[in-house]
Every structure is written in structure tokens, then in C-alpha cells.
């Protein structure tokens, strides 16, 4: 990755849509369905050819309740199928320095890290050494605790607060501004209310300045408000209900499992919006 590289916003016109590959187990909406490397690569491949502007691969679940996994655990996974995308374009899905190094190395072009720069403390060397992209996303608590009792004052004006100072983190890293994308983190340590709310209220997150990137796919607060209190996922329909409002609202990114379905409702959304 060279420092030539265009902005992302350049890099990612709006709406782009990211193809989520989870190497896992025990994902929310997809664990087990791409552990074999074959199958995520082929799975990738598709969705690039589907029209995803790029592919998020990820060897950790970071669905409320998961336990963490360790870094050598989290190679064995994600290598083969990294190793099988060369010249595809690649976002690696973690908060782990080591796994950032080798994903980069082997042709990686944005480190999307749920912890904003919190986890690791030498992720940021290695993004800004590399000139990556990077998107930096909100998380109240961590994944094994953080549904337990999401709070706020005003959800859209903190996560906004948390996200300018991650911004300012990174930059004084030495990551340029123009890298890096910010999200919401729909689904970190929020209820089904303050996640819709941040969607409806996405305008204060934009004020930031920065592409922002929304993932409520297939996410449970969409099952929910379709009248499931136990739902764990949501439905296609609703995923797509949710992508439109989310670009409408400004979103540039949007992270999505069932690409070619996103991709349409996308342009339609598009052809409107102008
Ligand atoms: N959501 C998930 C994982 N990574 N990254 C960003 N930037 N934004 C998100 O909303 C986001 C994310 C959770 O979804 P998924 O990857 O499908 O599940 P799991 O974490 O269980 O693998």
C-alpha cells in the first residue's frame, strides 16, 4: 500500500457496499458458513463480482456475548482465505496488530477495527506505517458484556463525541484524516431504540467530516422491531430497509452480507437521491 493511494472518499464513492466474510464459528448471522477457506474465497468472489467495492474478512465473532480469540487462532483462520484473494479488494476485519500486519502484507487495503484504536495498543503504528484505510467504530463495553445495559444521555451526541476523538487519536498517530471513515457501530452496546435513533439522527455523525460506514445487516434490532423480542438476526427485507435509510441519512459505506440485493436496492436509492 502506497502513500499515493486516493482518498476514501475517492476510493469509495456513495453508496459502497462492503461484503461481509466471516471466518468464524460462531458468527451472529453467517458463523460457520465460510470457515472452510474455500468456500469464504469463493463467497468473496462472488460478492466482488455482485458489486461489492470491497470485502471485509473477519476470524473473530464480535456478536454480543462472543468470547475473544487469540491472535494465533484468528491467523489460522483468516491467512488461507487472504492468501486465496490476491488482487481482490481486501478489508481486514480486526483489533489486532499482528493480524493487521500480516492482512496487509498480503494485499489488505483498509483495517476495519470495532474497538476504534483501543484494543491494541501498536494497531495504529501498523495502519499508519502502512497507509491503509481504516474505519474506526463505536463500541460501548465490549462484546461479552455490552447488551447487558447500554446507556446514554443522547446516543447520537455521544457516539459522535467518542468517534471525533478517536479521529484526533488516530491523526496524532500519524494516520491521515483522509484514510479513515468512521461508523456508529450499530448493535455495540445499544438497544434497539438507540440504535435506530442513531440512524434516524445519522446526520450528527456526518458533521464529523469523515465517510461514515453503516452495518445493520441482518442485525437483531431489525428482528426485534418486526416483533420478535428474542430475534438474534434480522431478515433480508429489513436489511435493506434499513442500508436505503442509512445512504439517504448519508452513510458512504454500507457492510452487508447479502451483497447483490444491496447493491440493487442501492442504486434504485441512488437514482433517487442523485
Ligand atoms: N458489525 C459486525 C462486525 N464488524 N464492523 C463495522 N465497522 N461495523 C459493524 O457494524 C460491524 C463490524 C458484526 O456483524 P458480523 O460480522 O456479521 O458478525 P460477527 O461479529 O458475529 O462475526
Do not use: W
Not at 2 to 29: C, H, K, Y
Not at 85 to 97: E, M
Amino acid at each position: 500500500m502506497s502513500n499515493s493511494q486516493p482518498p476514501l472518499e475517492e476510493r469509495f464513492a456513495r453508496p459502497s457496499v462492503m461484503g461481509v466474510v466471516n471466518v468464524t464459528p460462531d458468527s451472529f448471522s453467517d458463523g460457520a458458513v465460510h470457515l472452510e477457506p474455500h468456500a469464504a474465497i469463493a463467497a468473496a468472489r462472488q460478492m466482488i463480482d455482485d458489486g461489492a467495492a470491497i470485502v471485509d474478512v473477519g476470524g473473530e465473532s464480535t456478536r454480543p456475548g462472543a468470547a475473544g480469540v487469540s491472535a494465533a487462532e484468528e491467523l489460522r483462520r483468516v491467512l488461507p482465505v487472504l492468501e486465496g484473494l490476491h488482487g481482490v479488494p481486501v478489508s481486514i476485519d480486526t483489533s489486532k496488530a499482528e493480524v493487521a500486519r500480516h492482512a496487509l502484507d498480503l494485499g489488505a487495503e483498509l483495517v476495519n477495527d470495532v474497538t476504534a484504536l483501543r484494543g491494541d495498543p501498536e494497531l495504529a503504528g501498523v495502519v499508519a506505517e502502512s497507509g491503509a484505510y481504516l474505519c474506526l467504530m463505536h463500541m460501548q463495553g465490549e462484546p461479552r458484556t455490552m447488551q447487558a445495559d447500554p446507556a446514554y444521555g443522547d446516543v447520537a451526541v455521544e457516539v459522535a463525541a467518542f468517534l471525533e476523538e478517536r479521529l484526533a487519536f488516530a491523526v496524532d498517530a500519524g494516520i491521515s484524516e483522509h484514510r479513515i471513515c468512521l461508523d456508529p457501530g450499530i448493535g455495540f452496546g445499544k438497544t434497539v431504540a438507540q440504535n435506530f435513533e442513531l440512524l434516524r439522527r445519522l446526520d450528527v455523525i456526518t458533521a464529523l467530516g469523515r465517510p461514515v460506514l453503516v452495518g445493520f445487516s441482518r442485525k437483531s434490532s431489525l428482528g426485534r422491531i418486526l416483533g420478535d423480542p428474542g430475534a438474534t438476526t434480522g431478515p433480508l427485507s429489513a436489511s435493506l430497509a434499513a442500508a436505503v435509510t442509512a445512504y439517504e441519512r448519508g452513510a458512504t459505506i454500507i457492510r452487508a452480507h447479502d451483497v447483490r440485493e444491496h447493491v440493487e436496492a442501492l442504486k434504485v436509492a441512488a437514482a433517487v437521491v442523485g
